[in-house]
């Protein structure tokens, strides 16, 4: 049986998703939980990888096993040796066909960030932060250029390992509520810390730093020098992927709406 799973999971305390030696990731938490509850070795795929301090509140993931138990019992008995930080909202049998990364049809983001001229407290760790004021008018203008197919080479880490720069952003919406700004993003894939270059960019140009039109000139030189330095992690939450209608997953998450 092909089992899916959708795990949230706050960031801070990890390595990233992606399993390592020193056993401080999400994917290592997760597989040692899944091993105690079924006392069997089990290995998962993801549906996005994760950066260190990055969020999640729908990443997705598989794995074959033989045991048959309902859904209700895989997500109380996993949840049951996971960390506080981390746990499994879901649990779903899937055809056999089925793959948490490649049927995904698209990937969504949001960053949330604080414009104060105090730090976070109480939100520390769970939010990005920026002293000085940002205009939203600007910011939506930016990021007007980056909407479509494009190579985003300017905006890819050197570290990044896909084949090829040319992705498809299919949205990008900025809002405010309060001193909390939410930038949501949906591409059919992203570049390793392309987001978080982007938001750079973006409160570059929110800042008056930069005219809206620079991005455009930022997305055309393809080269990374010519963007602004990564922002921070600590605001960026993995949304989810999106699937087609036939796999009958969740969409989202109760935690998708509680965002600021």
């Not at 998962?44 to 994760?50: D, I, K, M, S, Y």
């Not at 920026?130 to 008018?137: A, Q």
């Not at 050197?158 to 992705?167: F, G, M, T």
Request: aromatic content about 12%; proline content about 7%.
């Amino acid at each position: 049986m092909r089992l899916a799973l959708g795990i949230s999971y706050h960031g801070q305390a990890y390595q990233g998703w992606q399993s390592q030696l020193s056993g401080q990731t999400v994917q290592d938490q997760l597989e040692l939980a899944l091993g105690k509850f079924t006392a069997q070795k089990v290995s998962t795929l993801c549906a996005g990888r994760t950066d260190a301090g990055v969020h999640a509140l729908m990443q997705v993931v598989h794995f074959d096993t033989a045991l048959a138990r309902p859904p209700s019992s895989w997500v109380r008995g996993t949840n049951a040796f996971l960390p506080r930080d981390i746990a499994v909202e879901w649990a779903q049998a899937v055809a056999p066909e089925f793959h948490c990364r490649a049927s995904a049809l698209s990937r969504r983001y949001a960053y949330i960030l604080l414009a104060s001229p105090v730090r976070p407290s109480v939100d520390a760790g769970r939010v990005g932060w920026v002293f000085r004021p940002l205009d939203l008018d600007a910011m939506q203008q930016a990021a007007q250029y980056l909407l479509g197919e494009y190579d985003f080479s300017s905006f890819r880490a050197s570290a990044c390992q896909a084949l090829s720069p040319v992705k498809t952003l299919q949205r990008l919406e900025i809002s405010r509520r309060g001193a909390y700004w939410r930038f949501e993003f949906e591409a059919n894939a992203f570049l390793h810390h392309m987001i978080r270059n982007i938001m750079g960019c973006l409160i570059a140009v929110g800042q008056g730093k930069h005219p809206p039109d620079w991005l455009r000139e930022v997305l055309l030189e393809r080269d990374r020098d010519a963007a602004a330095p990564t922002f921070s992690p600590q605001g960026l939450y993995f949304l989810g992927p999106r699937y087609a209608p036939h796999w009958g997953l969740p969409d989202r998450t109760p935690a998708y709406d509680g965002l600021p």
